[in-house]
């Protein structure tokens, strides 16, 4: 009788921790997947800011181009030009914002660094454009360098949202 009570036992038991077993595998499974689904829905998101963010800075790109050939030639279409670059900006900084909330932080410096300059080229433009006549030169000055750091903000972008996302 001894000899089936142990083998009940170690039936019992045997059962028991293939059970917890089966639990305990299932339950790490659960946790990796979360974690799994959770970091593709964490890219994504980065994905759609960053590729947002890139869609509005070509938008402002094109139109601070468009206001500044305006104000050198001094168009009669000028102000309407500045006005869609105000507005692009306000898009811009919209996207910009996104980029900051889903960071990390170098992708976010580098998107508020490209909104800023642009920014500034607008500025100097208006300046150039509107200004006293005695700092107008300096500004069209600016406005040349605000071009250049524009555009070469957006170019790293790019290259530096792909890197970051290969990385996630």
């Known amino acids: 009788m001894s000899e089936g009570i142990y083998t009940l036992a170690g039936a019992v038991v045997g059962g028991l921790i293939g059970v917890l077993g089966t639990i305990g595998a299932a339950r790490v499974t659960g946790r990796d997947q979360r974690r799994n689904q959770h970091e593709q829905w964490r890219r994504q998101l980065r994905r759609d800011a960053y590729s947002l963010f890139l869609i509005r800075a070509g938008a402002a790109l094109r139109a601070a181009n468009t ?18 670059l105000k507005a692009a900006c306000g898009q811009l900084e919209e996207a910009a914002t996104l980029v900051t909330l889903e960071g990390p932080e170098p992708i976010a410096d580098a998107a508020m660094n490209a909104y800023f300059r642009i920014g ?6 208006h300046a150039a454009h509107s200004g006293p ?9 600016r406005a040349l360098q ?7 903000c957006v170019e790293k972008f790019g290259p530096l949202c792909r890197e970051l996302l290969d990385q996630s």
């Not at 305006?70 to 102000?79: H, N, P």
């Not at 500034?120 to 433009?125: E, V």
């Not at 605000?146 to 070469?152: F, G, P, R, T």
């Open 67 to 84: 206001a500044h050939e305006a104000a050198r030639t001094d168009a009669s279409d000028v102000y309407q030009g500045f006005d869609e």
């Open 133 to 141: 006549p005695e700092l107008r030169d300096a500004a069209w000055g």
């Open 120 to 125: 500034a080229w607008k500025n100097a433009l």
């Open 146 to 152: 605000a071009n250049n750091d524009s555009e070469q």
